[in-house]
């Protein structure tokens, strides 16, 4: 069916990226926004928006009748639904139909079948697909899943039928320990997914995660545009994707290939799509699951063939042939991508909430940002913590790595935490530059690495906060130019607090911390850099300010400093006090407690949910159930009293 206008059922970069293709091709494209989003990038790029209900998902982006009106009020003809939200939901894609709206996407019947691992493991069984041992029967007892586990043989993976990201997911080494994570990952789905349906697989212990991108169109045309390594995962989430595969050869690339058209025509799949695959060290794969979407990664893939997959989609869904057969489809270089995160590496990657003061994207030639940010943005806890995708071609992987890492460095986002210190140490680590990735590879090599510690600032960067806080202080170069002066400084980095001794000598400003001491000269300061010199070098720095906390960008990471000089004493929190706080904002799924009950340290009480993510918050003593703060569904902040344990 041929159309005009595209509404783009999505936000933030996905939204954006989708709208730029409609956009060169002539479309007229449509935004939709929740109430925390109306301010978004994605809603001054579109031509037209439509506000489709309150901050919550549930309320707004997952309301399939919000976005069918939003087509109706503006005459969208189409809805490209990016990824997440309802782009694999055979619901929204039948209610686009039975409006006349054409879906850019595969058909509700291939989604339904595809978004149930369970049945698609069947499906791809049936057609020949190389498939995990495992169980994907109806019989969901926790009994039959015993006996089935024991049949498969431990360690089994259990999963969620209708999941993805991570989500409902467990691996499990021995029978005893099988209820406990039915139970949990069963939870888990129901409320990531309304669904708890659950499979067993063999678990296959540290593959690789290769995927394969296909193309199908409605002529019966389908093709494989290669293959993307994303081996290197934590919480079964994806955290460096490339293409093409390190360790791919020429004849597992068209058997991988093959499997994936298969199982694409097997379903007769229209449009983009991707078919996982787990590659063990012997070059024997399994499927995994089939994502019915574009996925996260398609940037490796556009740079390594030259192709524009948005594009794609929107000439598949105009009813038009696929722009290449496959052999014309080439692989040239190498595209590395990695996703920045506002999450705290240091802190069990705690996803970060709050407003982004700086916003500058790295600019360098062979370097791509996808992002729907700008300076003043808001990273809310309703949505995924993901601030934007750095993606990096090369004509070699050392190439392709290379320019990554500098062009992770050289992004400025301050205001919140993020990962981008865990982001280029990875990508500088000798294991990863080799090569030789694997599932395990974070829990292998990469789990004592520097930037998932509690930060722990160098005395170098204590001394440039002392700069520009002082200088902030005494006014635009206050101290260069006055008699030698002195000052205490106290600076709380994390839980830690810094007593600095500080004395400007001939425009020269001495820091001293504990027994180190750093000097440190100002070249040149405004609101947003300083040039300085210390130890005989210049450098520059990157810094936000807010009222009493700076936010500094260092080399490959940031710090967040608080001038706490002239702060009240604080009452210190004890570890073991029996209150039970929330560690970030979110959202309360589940309390498990009831006032006066007794229970035991290390016992879960509450579960959070927050940016897509469940934390099981356990007693920090033993005792009784004192009092409870908090309600289920509610929406709590960070540090929020939830409950608290007496004797």
Not at 222 to 237: A, K, N, P
Not at 336 to 354: H, M
Not at 414 to 420: A, D, F, I, Q, T
Not at 437 to 460: G, Q
Request: aromatic letters at 6%; hydrophobic letters at 40%.
């Amino acid at each position: 069916m041929a159309f005009s206008k595209v509404l783009v059922a999505n936000r933030g970069e996905i939204a954006v990226r989708v709208m730029r293709s409609a956009k060169m091709l002539g479309y007229r494209t449509v935004a939709v926004y929740s109430e925390a989003d109306a301010d978004a990038l994605h809603v001054s790029a579109a031509d037209e928006a439509v506000c489709i209900g309150p901050a919550k998902v549930s309320e707004s982006y997952l309301r399939i009748e919000a976005i069918i009106d939003a087509c109706k009020k503006t005459g969208a003809d189409a809805v490209h639904p990016g990824y997440g939200f309802l782009s694999e939901n055979e619901a929204f894609a039948q209610a686009c139909a039975d409006h006349h709206i054409t879906f850019i996407g595969p058909t509700p019947s291939a989604i339904e079948l595809m978004g149930s691992k369970r049945l698609a493991k069947i499906a791809m069984i049936k057609a020949g697909v190389p498939c995990v041992p495992g169980y994907e029967g109806d019989d969901q007892r926790p009994e039959k899943f015993m006996a089935e586990a024991s049949r498969i043989g431990f360690p089994v993976m259990v999963k969620a039928s209708a999941g993805g990201g991570g989500r409902g997911m467990r691996l499990v080494h021995k029978a005893e320990d099988l209820a406990a994570a039915l139970a949990t990952a069963r939870s888990e789905a129901e409320n990531a997914f309304g669904s708890g349906e659950l499979i067993l697989e063999r678990a296959v212990i540290a593959p690789r995660h290769v995927e394969i991108q296909i193309f199908g169109d409605t002529h019966g045309n389908h093709v494989y545009l290669f293959e993307r390594d994303c081996s290197i995962q934590r919480r079964h989430q994806k955290v460096v994707e490339e293409a093409p595969c390190p360790v791919m050869t020429p004849e597992l690339r068209r058997q991988m290939g093959e499997a994936a058209v298969a199982a694409a025509r097997s379903v007769d799949y229209v449009g983009a799509g991707t078919v996982e695959f787990l590659l063990d060290s012997q070059g024997r794969f399994y499927f995994l699951e089939m994502n019915t979407r574009l996925q996260v990664e398609h940037p490796v893939t556009e740079l390594i063939t030259g192709q524009d997959l948005v594009e794609w989609q929107l000439r598949v869904a105009n009813g038009e042939k696929l722009p290449l057969q496959q052999h014309e489809l080439q692989i040239n270089g190498h595209a590395i991508e990695v996703r920045l995160y506002a999450e705290d590496p240091g802190n069990k990657f705690l996803p970060q909430t709050g407003r982004i003061l700086r916003w500058q994207p790295a600019t360098q030639p062979g370097l791509r940002i996808d992002h729907g940010m700008r300076s003043g943005s808001v990273i809310s806890p309703h949505y995924d913590p993901m601030v934007a995708k750095v993606i990096a071609w090369g004509r070699t992987r050392e190439d392709a790595a290379r320019l990554l890492a500098s062009g992770v460095q050289d992004t400025v986002l301050l205001g919140v935490n993020n990962n981008k210190q865990f982001l280029c140490n990875l990508l500088r680590h000798p294991v990863f530059v080799a090569g030789d990735t694997s599932t395990a590879f974070i829990d292998t090599h990469f789990s004592d690495d520097p930037s998932m510690m509690p930060a722990a600032p160098p005395p170098a960067m204590l001394a440039v906060s002392a700069a520009i806080i002082l200088h902030s202080e005494s006014g635009n170069g206050g101290w260069q130019t006055g008699a030698p002066s002195s000052s205490p400084l106290k600076l709380q980095v994390g839980e830690q607090v810094h007593l600095l001794s500080t004395q400007v000598i001939d425009g020269e400003l001495h820091v001293a911390c504990k027994d180190q001491h750093a000097r440190i000269r100002v070249l040149a300061l405004d609101a947003q850099t300083l040039a300085y010199e210390m130890a005989g070098v210049r450098q520059l720095v990157h810094y936000a300010l807010d009222d009493e906390t700076l936010f500094l960008g260092c080399a490959g990471g940031n710090l967040t400093i608080t001038n706490v000089t002239h702060a009240p004493p604080a009452i210190a929190d004890v570890a073991d006090d029996g209150s039970v706080r929330a560690p970030t904002d979110g959202a309360v799924v589940a309390i498990l407690v009831e006032q006066g009950d007794s229970v035991v340290k290390g016992q879960t009480l509450v579960i959070m949910e927050a940016m897509k993510i469940e934390y099981q918050l356990t007693a920090n003593r033993d005792g009784r159930i004192g009092s409870l703060s908090t309600s289920l569904k509610q929406q709590v902040k960070k540090r929020q009293l939830l409950l608290s344990i007496a004797d």
